[in-house]
């Protein structure tokens, strides 16, 4: 009980003698130290809300306004409205304090009412999305080219930090139920036959004449209260109420940039991804970070930046919720079955090579895991009613709650694997099993929990696992881009492959954790072992490059990569499956305050006579480019529509939602929401970051990362296009569905991808465009 008797820093006792005093100098200093961040970063939040509260302008404008105003008083000229008679009439006296405190008051109400001018008319702004549906590459219209001026303008006025734009980003727009359900209507119109459509049209039909009026008012409501509609709910209802198992059904993984060869030692690797995460947070912490803009011009909501450090999912017995606080200053380590508690900061973050001396203590720690300890975090790989129950019969006093707030509590996790994470071009199955060690690991060696954990092989590479609920991947994948480039650029580490630099101090000795844990204790773990264990051998996952061309060729045949890549994965199933199937693309509606995601329909009518022109070979090549036009332009639109939020799913969802609160039935919803996502997929974004230019390095580019399936037998697929002429595809299935197989898939997606490029090699050919 070392790390009990460490941590106390004052006491007292009453002898026969008087007052007996024993205090730790040491310890005390660092309680001052911690007393002395905290209210630094209190007074850096108050500055930073009052910067973003007037942003877009600036507070140096309202002293040159005062002291304008009081030199036109003392001056003898009257202020435009003379507002400073109006309100020296009503304070006590005409006196120059009097005056001045007039002069003060009136500039600051001119300047309040110039700063909520600027705040609405950039708000109104932002409302516009007509550049969206302007095609690229031509001039834009004379209303965007106004519109995009008037942004600039704005925006130059002052530097915006990260949640600068929070307040002056609109609400996600609430759709009439007649249009959401023409949208749907559309929709599934290739994967019915006409009997089955006109039972889903009618059944249409009575919802939009029943009970959608009551629903539908119900919603106006909440969209015209809350800053969201759908937000909440999501989180909640989606994620948070799920109580299947985390782990491959809903976290979520990426991988290291494989090309990039940094260092083959894992603690220095770990040291210097360690020190980059955390000059990360401290940047989201000062909100230092530039927030993301699309084209330059348009920010995306920076919401879901607040809680990617120092969040954990905690289990309930209904229902979950995430734990965030607002300062954290250690880590938790995991490796060979202990954990650890590191301190990452003393007086300042400690360095890459301070960090390296830490893990060192760790790996050299001989002593062998507690009773249970090794395969504790099953807990969180498990059914989250199991881990409710099991934390608040187990874990809620003593040594163990102790041990487990310190988790919970952590900035994030980091595992150091006992084996190493290989990528062998020649070999496929070694990039296989590094995806699979990130999703699932061994099922008890990833906090499935945590916002997210950082895993590492004993060969240098590196990965993580994350959570869902509390963001999207998107962010996650910001700040992967950032902490890869950090790395590169910076230099990290010296000739022998250890952490660069010179230790400046003595890090903080890692602590182990110390757990109490009986023996109904350990079989509930054991149980939920049991559980992690069926799901890791029922699911299959490979990782498929596509190196043959990427993005140079689609944009050189004049259609978006994204619909390319759709149209791809279209073909490939419906050749694998003889039949269309309900395709799920996620896109962002942060374009919107406190915006997350909102559903692409990638099958659509365009796409399936696409398709079916391409198994007919009575069909001609121009005729399949025609189609295959028709389907991007198609899919471009409902992607743009999407992110506008003029989707389906959402509204959809929340019209269920508020029938549930009011416990009426509708036939129509429950089949909608019923139906299943046969196949799931997802880009991820990159160069998020201005740090690196992909097209000069390409070797920085993560090789993505994916999820598991949402069907039972169907695909989750998700791609990263990295570069001009490199796509990696993720693609999982269960192995219990006789109906999928995710390398059967990924062959019928590479043909697919190559009959693509030759379809629409024959028009470059034709217009002397030889790729």
């Known amino acids: 009980m070392a790390e009990a008797h460490s941590a106390v820093a004052f006491s007292f006792a009453i002898t026969h003698e008087g007052w007996d005093v024993n205090f730790d100098r040491e310890v005390l200093h660092l309680v001052w130290q911690s007393g002395i961040r905290s209210w630094k970063k209190r007074i850096a939040r108050f500055q930073n809300s009052i910067h973003n509260g007037v942003f877009p302008g600036h507070m140096w404008s309202l002293w040159m306004l005062i002291t304008l105003v009081t030199a036109v008083h003392f001056s003898g000229y009257k202020v435009p409205l003379d507002l400073t008679s109006l309100v020296l009439k009503i304070l006590p006296g005409c006196c120059t304090k009097m005056q001045i405190l007039a002069c003060v008051?009136?500039?600051?109400?001119?300047?309040?009412?110039?700063?909520?001018?600027?705040?609405?008319?950039?708000?109104?702004?932002?409302?516009?999305?007509?550049?969206?549906?302007?095609a690229r590459g031509k001039m834009p219209s004379l209303p965007t080219k106004l519109w995009a001026v008037a942004i600039k303008i704005l925006r130059g006025w002052n530097t915006p930090k990260l949640y600068s734009y929070q307040g002056s980003l609109p609400r996600l727009p609430l759709p009439s139920v007649q249009e959401t359900l023409q949208r749907y209507l559309r929709s599934v119109r290739p994967l019915l036959d006409d009997k089955q459509y006109e039972r889903t049209k009618k059944l249409g039909e009575e919802f939009e004449n029943g009970i959608s009026k009551k629903l539908q008012r119900y919603l106006v409501l909440k969209s015209w209260w809350s800053t969201n509609y759908v937000s909440d709910w999501w989180e909640e209802y989606v994620y948070l109420r799920g109580r299947s198992p985390l782990m491959i059904n809903s976290n979520f993984y990426a991988i290291d940039a494989i090309q990039l060869k940094m260092t083959n030692k894992q603690i220095a690797r770990a040291a210097s991804t360690i020190h980059s995460a955390l000059v990360f947070r401290r940047l989201v912490e000062r909100q230092e970070l530039e927030p993301i803009f699309i084209q330059g011009t348009v920010p995306l909501c920076s919401w879901q930046y607040e809680r990617i450090f120092n969040t954990t999912r905690i289990p309930g017995i209904e229902t979950d919720k995430i734990q965030h606080i607002q300062d954290s200053?250690?880590?938790?380590?995991?490796?060979?079955?202990?954990?650890?508690?590191?301190?990452?900061?003393?007086?300042?973050?400690?360095?890459?090579?301070?960090?390296?001396?830490?893990?060192?203590?760790?790996?050299?720690?001989?002593?062998?895991?507690?009773?249970?300890?090794e395969k504790l975090a099953a807990l969180t790989a498990g059914e989250r009613k199991h881990w409710a129950n099991t934390r608040n019969m187990f874990f809620s006093r003593g040594a163990n709650k102790t041990s487990l707030d310190i988790i919970e509590k952590a900035a994030f996790v980091v595992a150091l694997d006992d084996f190493p994470y290989e990528y062998d071009e020649n070999d496929s199955t070694k990039l296989d099993e590094y995806a699979k060690c990130l999703l699932h690991g061994k099922g008890y060696d990833r906090w499935f929990d945590k916002s997210f954990t950082l895993c590492f092989g004993t060969n240098g590479k590196v990965g993580f696992n994350a959570e869902h609920s509390w963001a999207d991947a998107a962010v996650m994948s910001h700040v992967w881009e950032w902490i890869v480039g950090l790395?590169?650029?910076?230099?990290?580490?010296?000739?022998?492959?250890?952490?660069?630099?010179?230790?400046?101090?003595?890090?903080?000795?890692?602590?182990?954790?110390?757990?109490?844990?009986?023996?109904?204790?350990?079989?509930?773990?054991?149980?939920?072992?049991?559980?992690?264990?069926?799901l890791i051998r029922d699911v299959d996952l490979t990782v498929y490059i596509h190196n043959s061309f990427g993005k140079g060729f689609m944009k050189k045949a004049k259609l978006s990569p994204d619909a390319f890549i759709q149209m791809a994965l279209q073909l490939a199933y419906y050749r694998e499956a003889g039949k269309f199937c309900l395709t799920y693309e996620a896109s962002m509606t942060r374009l919107f305050r406190e915006g997350r995601t909102e559903t692409v329909r990638p099958c659509t009518i365009e796409s399936s006579d696409f398709v079916k022109a391409m198994e007919n070979k009575e069909i001609s090549n121009e005729e399949r480019l025609q189609l295959l036009s028709k389907a991007c332009e198609r899919h471009q639109l409902g992607y743009q529509e999407a992110m506008c939020g003029k989707g389906i799913d959402r509204h959809l969802f929340c019209l269920y939602v508020v029938s549930k609160y009011l416990e009426v039935d509708s036939p129509f919803l429950q089949e909608v929401l019923s139906e299943p996502w046969k196949l799931s997929t997802s880009q991820t974004p990159h160069g998020q970051t201005g740090r690196i230019d992909l097209n000069k390095n390409p070797e920085c580019m993560s090789a993505g990362g994916g999820f598991g399936p949402v069907a039972d037998d169907g695909y989750g697929v998700s791609y990263i296009i990295a570069g001009e002429d490199r796509i990696f595809f993720h693609i999982s299935n269960k192995r219990s569905s006789k109906y999928t197989d995710c390398h059967g898939f990924a062959r019928e997606l590479e043909k697919a991808l190559n009959d693509l490029r030759t379809l629409c090699s024959t028009r470059m050919v034709t217009n002397g465009k030889k790729d």
């Open 105 to 134: 008051a009136v500039a600051l109400t001119y300047w309040l009412s110039v700063v909520f001018l600027l705040r609405y008319t950039f708000k109104l702004l932002l409302m516009y999305k007509g550049w969206m549906f302007e």
């Open 487 to 534: 790395q590169k650029y910076d230099h990290r580490y010296d000739e022998n492959g250890n952490a660069a630099g010179t230790p400046e101090l003595t890090p903080p000795i890692p602590v182990r954790l110390n757990w109490d844990m009986k023996h109904e204790c350990r079989a509930a773990i054991d149980k939920a072992v049991t559980v992690a264990e069926a």
């Open 329 to 373: 200053n250690h880590i938790v380590v995991y490796h060979k079955g202990k954990y650890f508690k590191v301190v990452i900061y003393k007086g300042r973050i400690l360095k890459p090579c301070e960090i390296q001396i830490q893990l060192q203590h760790i790996l050299d720690d001989k002593t062998e895991p507690l009773p249970g300890e």
